[in-house]
């Protein structure tokens, strides 16, 4: 088999590696089909079987050391969402009733809040825009 057949051959592992890939969404698929086209441009660079097949092995095995635990750490820890008070910190609310040091209302999300100024000596009237710095127990702390 000389070197064009051999580098053919490769590239047919790689496509053949991809396809349980896309059916199964194991990634380790991908780094093998990646060692895989490695071995392929070894050898349409005219390199030996057996440096061909140390290439698939060196690069398919470098993948799974390093890139594997990489990507199924970032799988577990998942989207990062907020929910609850956690995603109405930072939000822009609508000044109801005067909110002041000492309190008021704010429209937040569709709701009437209480409200109070996070500094006691600033006053928001009605229509105003301001943000949510903090929740405490039912009542917004606003900037």
Same mark, same amino acid.
């Given at each position: ?14 496509? #053949?590696?991809?396809? !349980? ?5 194991? !990634? ?9 086209? +490695? ?6 660079l005219?390199? #030996? ?8 092995v ?9 890139? /594997? ?7 577990? /820890?998942? !989207? ?9 910190? #930072?939000?822009?609310?609508v ?9 008021? /209302? ?9 409200? /109070?100024?996070?500094? !006691? ?18 009542? +917004?702390?606003?900037?």
């Open positions: 088999m000389d070197f064009v057949d051999s580098w053919l051959w490769w590239l047919l592992a790689a496509v #053949g590696l991809g396809i !349980p890939l896309v059916l199964t969404a194991m !990634p380790e698929f991908a780094m093998f089909a990646v060692g895989a086209l +490695a071995a392929a441009g070894v050898a349409g005219g390199a #030996g079987v057996v440096w061909q097949t140390l290439t698939f060196v690069v398919s095995v470098a993948l799974l050391v390093v890139v /594997r635990p990489i990507a199924y750490r970032e799988l577990k /820890r998942g !989207p990062n969402i907020k929910m609850g008070i956690e995603a109405l910190q #930072g939000a822009t609310a000044v109801a009733e005067t909110v002041d040091g000492e309190g008021g /209302r704010i429209k937040l999300n569709g709701e009437i809040w209480s409200a /109070r100024a996070l500094h !006691p000596d600033s006053v928001y009237q009605p229509g105003q825009q301001v943000d949510v710095v903090e929740i405490q127990g039912a009542t +917004a702390l606003v900037v």
